[in-house]
Every structure is written in C-alpha cells, then in structure tokens.
C-alpha cells in the first residue's frame, strides 16, 4: 500500500512561509542538512503518532514556486517508480516529466492522475 510519505510547500518568498508556517502551527523549520540541497528547507510537524490505526505524516518541505498556481505537492511511497508510472499509463493517468534520482536518497517522478492532480511518487534508495 502507499503511503503519503512527505509534502512540499511552494513559496514565492522562503522566508516569509517559513514564518507563517512555523508562527501558525509550531512547526520545526530549518534548512536542510544534506548537502546535495543547500537551499531547501525542511519541515517536521511534530512526533509520528498511531492512534486507533492512524498515523500522522510529519515531514515537509518548503520549495521556491516552480510555476503560477503550483499546488501542495504530496509524495507517494512506493517500492517501484518505474512499475508504478507503467501502472500509472495504464490507468489513464500521465507521468509529468521524467524520474529524478535524490542523490543517496531515492528518486522522484511525478504524475497527472485521471482527474487533473499532480502528485509525487517516491522510492526511497535500497540501502
């Protein structure tokens, strides 16, 4: 089953969504550790919780905007990008772009499905 694993935030001004965002909700803000992305800025929400089987997504991230209107992106955890945009096509939906690889992270792809959203996926690196 996927999970929705992390979400992204687009901002016209970082700095001002960081304040928002962590003025708003407490949320923890702080630039990214890994050095491959200097300038992107990390999002924790709080600590995950199961109750009555529901967990908490509490990992995000804040992007410059890529484009007018560019929505709340959410990753999907899957096991197989490649398999899962073969499925995608399959089912009416479209990739957008092409899969990204994360340098030792993962890699990324992005896809339209039947009803117009983007969303991302998400394969974590096979360690």
Same mark, same amino acid.
């Given at each position: 089953?996927?999970?929705?694993?992390?979400?992204?935030?687009?901002? /016209?001004?970082? /700095?001002?969504?960081? =304040?928002?965002?962590?003025?708003?909700?407490?949320?923890?803000?702080?630039?990214?550790?890994?050095? /491959?992305?200097?300038?992107?800025?990390?999002?924790? %929400?709080?600590?995950?919780?199961?109750e009555d089987g529901?967990?908490?997504?509490?990992?995000?991230?804040?992007? =410059?905007?890529?484009?007018?209107?560019?929505?709340?992106?959410?990753?999907?955890?899957?096991?197989?990008?490649?398999? %899962?945009? /073969?499925?995608? =096509?399959?089912?009416?939906? =479209?990739?957008?772009?092409?899969?990204?690889?994360?340098?030792?992270?993962?890699?990324?792809?992005?896809?339209?499905?039947?009803?117009?959203?983007?969303?991302?996926?998400?394969?974590?690196?096979?360690?």
């Open positions: 089953m996927g999970n929705v694993a992390y979400f992204e935030i687009p901002s /016209e001004d970082v /700095e001002r969504a960081k =304040k928002f965002y962590a003025s708003v909700f407490g949320w923890d803000i702080r630039k990214s550790p890994m050095p /491959e992305m200097p300038n992107y800025t990390m999002i924790n %929400t709080g600590k995950t919780s199961v529901m967990g908490q997504l509490n990992m995000g991230g804040i992007t =410059k905007r890529a484009f007018p209107g560019q929505p709340i992106t959410n990753y999907i955890e899957v096991e197989d990008i490649d398999k %899962t945009l /073969e499925l995608v =096509k399959k089912m009416g939906g =479209k990739a957008v772009g092409k899969k990204m690889k994360v340098d030792t992270v993962g890699f990324m792809a992005f896809i339209k499905d039947t009803e117009g959203n983007v969303i991302g996926l998400w394969e974590p690196e096979k360690k």
